[in-house]
């Protein structure tokens, strides 16, 4: 069966449900912490959180999709867009850009779009979660400054109003992103101190986020391509075997490295160490046995190889600020 095509504005055409590219400071926040539902018959459920302000507009949005869909939407734009995709997956091209953005778990694209026009292809019967930032163009510009090439690009081509894209294709979400978007999601500070909150935290994913745009060259220069090859098959094993006990030795032998490169070359090529990478693995899979099966804490510190519960849930507590059994119990509640 051929893909449904809409136009955004057949289902955002919401009179509270605001433009995820729109800055400024009219727009609708969710001050409450809860999550504002949508339907449409034909698109799904969208739930979304919305908090703007002057010059950035953060938006926590997920979509149940009922059929397939390509959703294609014409509206000019002249904000910079930035979007961290956390689960399901997602086909963009934007017009004026060459390359197809596949959006991934773990994936994330900043693009520049002045004159609007994207298609995104969104599966049938699929669950979508992306935490997305729009910032003011002049905003963002001031904020970049212009100290290296790719800076100097990006000015250049906010001038001329051309579209771009930070990086070809999509880059890896590292874990220090990860931890500050699952803070910005569940931000619990009230009134002036939320706002700083939520504000400084955002400046600080966007901070991550071009120090991995400005330095993949000097990266590619440090990393052999071969090497650079069997990183990333690495990256998939442990994406495969996050829950078996490994060590850099074996690692090493696996895949023809010695630990030095194996050590320092993940590190380089992904943001995050060996070891960092599969403890996010871990506890990600924690808490999707937490939020959607129905276990107990225990058996789910018995899943990932912990003789003892207490020390699992200091583990996960250290890793997304939840105790095991309060983050149960919130999934819960959202979910509801």
Request: include cysteine.
């Amino acid at each position: 069966m051929a893909a449904l095509v809409l136009n955004s504005s057949d289902i955002i055409d919401f009179s509270t449900f605001p433009s995820p590219q729109e800055v400024g400071l009219k727009l609708p926040s969710n001050t409450s912490g809860d999550f504002a539902t949508h339907y449409h018959p034909k698109a799904g459920t969208i739930k979304y959180k919305s908090i703007g302000f002057p010059h950035m507009h953060l938006m926590d949005i997920r979509w149940t999709t009922n059929e397939e869909i390509k959703l294609y939407d014409s509206t000019p734009d002249s904000t910079v867009n930035i979007n961290f995709q956390m689960s399901g997956q997602l086909d963009t091209h934007f017009f004026g850009l060459k390359q197809e953005l596949c959006m991934r778990p773990h994936k994330h694209n900043l693009v520049f779009a002045p004159e609007g026009g994207d298609l995104n292809h969104i599966r049938a019967n699929s669950g979508i979660e992306m935490f997305h930032l729009s910032l003011d163009k002049a905003f963002f510009a001031d904020a970049i400054g212009c100290d290296d090439a790719w800076s100097e690009a990006v000015l250049n081509n906010l001038d001329l109003g051309r579209p771009f894209a930070g990086a070809k294709g999509t880059v890896d979400t590292t874990h220090q992103m990860l931890r500050l978007i699952s803070d910005l999601r569940n931000c619990t500070a009230a009134g002036p101190m939320r706002n700083l909150l939520i504000q400084s935290k955002a400046l600080e994913l966007l901070a991550f986020q071009i120090g991995q745009f400005r330095n993949p060259l000097r990266v590619r220069e440090e990393i052999r391509p071969d090497d650079a090859e069997k990183l990333h098959q690495l990256k998939d094993y442990l994406d495969s075997h996050f829950l078996a006990e490994t060590s850099l030795t074996e690692l090493s032998r696996i895949f023809v490295l010695n630990e030095f490169k194996v050590k320092k070359g993940f590190k380089a090529l992904f943001g995050t160490s060996v070891f960092a990478y599969l403890r996010q693995l871990r506890m990600e899979y924690a808490g999707n046995l937490l939020r959607n099966c129905n276990m107990s804490v225990e058996e789910v510190a018995d899943v990932l190889g912990y003789e003892y519960a207490q020390h699992f849930s200091i583990a996960f507590k250290k890793f997304t600020g939840s105790t095991p059994s309060g983050f149960q119990t919130s999934s819960k509640t959202v979910s509801a």
